[in-house]
């Protein structure tokens, strides 16, 4: 995302856009990135789409909408042909397709067939597969983190919903159980139970980490705006503990206005497993062993690049 503000940013893409296309888009997630670029070129230049999904990124939304331009140049669909050296959106290949709970990545994909009952015999080994395909050589965040997973009823969900923020959720807790030695899980909400985040916190706080996580639907349902409250008093008594709220959507699209228990805290939305790729780093930006990690896990992915791609 440094591409939004860096200072030699237009050379930088002229030099190297398919290879800042393809950090670009392993930031935001392929489709939340071209999303953003598509909506741009159609004039959107303020919705809550952009502002939740890019211009949050950036210290000047009106730069970070032209260098969006810049990276797609007109590939967009709807816009002439791309310039030579764009990177071009087919709007047929492109399309979105229809998102369902289990097409959303192959880690939650299993944990919903988990949930719905399938043979463990045979998910259990997939699901362990799948969580080292993504964690495989990323480094160890040494620091300890607390994480507040919400287990409640909304976020389960139902219908053709089902499952799937929970699943995601859960996906995201497998990932930081394996790239974080020094975890520490509180739960809250469990299972029927009302969702209580602000309780949760607390409960972690308790275990002296250097980061808590709360990972959530965004609802809060036990005491509404318990959790702004307590967020508001920590620093009036010494708490100066990171705290970051991640909440685990349906679509990139969800309406999150009603989600959002504790507007002071930093809020990362993920809805697919390509997130995580983006709010690992953002994540652990927060906290003091962040720094080295954030080094670390790109010179990896720098090392995982296909040959003959220019870094």
Avoid: K
């Amino acid at each position: 995302m440094f591409v939004l503000d860096h200072p030699q940013a237009p050379t930088l893409i002229d030099a190297r856009r398919p290879t800042l296309v393809d950090c670009f888009e392993h930031a935001l997630g392929r489709a939340t990135a071209r999303g953003c670029a598509r909506r741009i070129a159609e004039g959107d230049t303020d919705s809550g789409y952009l502002r939740r999904n890019l211009l949050r990124f950036s210290a000047d939304p009106e730069r970070a909408r032209a260098r969006v331009t810049a990276l797609y140049g007109p590939g967009v669909p709807g816009v002439a042909a791309p310039r030579t050296g764009a990177a071009p959106l087919d709007p047929e290949r492109e399309r979105e397709p229809v998102i369902t709970a289990t097409n959303r990545g192959d880690i939650a994909a299993t944990l919903v067939h988990l949930y719905r009952g399938g043979p463990e015999a045979e998910l259990r080994p997939a699901l362990g597969r799948y969580l080292a395909e993504v964690t495989r050589g990323l480094p160890l965040m040494p620091g300890s983190v607390a994480l507040v997973a919400d287990t409640s009823e909304s976020l389960r969900g139902y219908g053709d919903r089902e499952w799937a923020l929970l699943s995601q959720a859960a996906a995201l807790r497998l990932v930081l159980a394996e790239i974080c030695p020094r975890l520490t899980v509180v739960e809250v909400g469990e299972q029927q139970g009302p969702t209580d985040l602000a309780g949760g916190l607390l409960d972690a706080l308790a275990t002296g980490p250097e980061l808590v996580v709360l990972v959530t639907d965004g609802y809060e349902n036990r005491l509404s705006g318990d959790l702004g409250r307590v967020v508001a008093t920590l620093p009036r008594i010494g708490i100066d503990t990171p705290i970051v709220l991640c909440r685990s959507m349906f679509t990139g699209r969800d309406e999150m206005s009603l989600r959002n228990p504790a507007p002071a805290l930093p809020c990362l939305d993920f809805w697919h497993q390509d997130d995580f790729a983006g709010l690992l780093p953002r994540l652990f930006a927060h906290c003091a062993d962040g720094r080295d990690w954030i080094h670390a896990a790109v010179r990896h992915r720098l090392d995982r690049r296909p040959e003959g791609v220019l870094p």
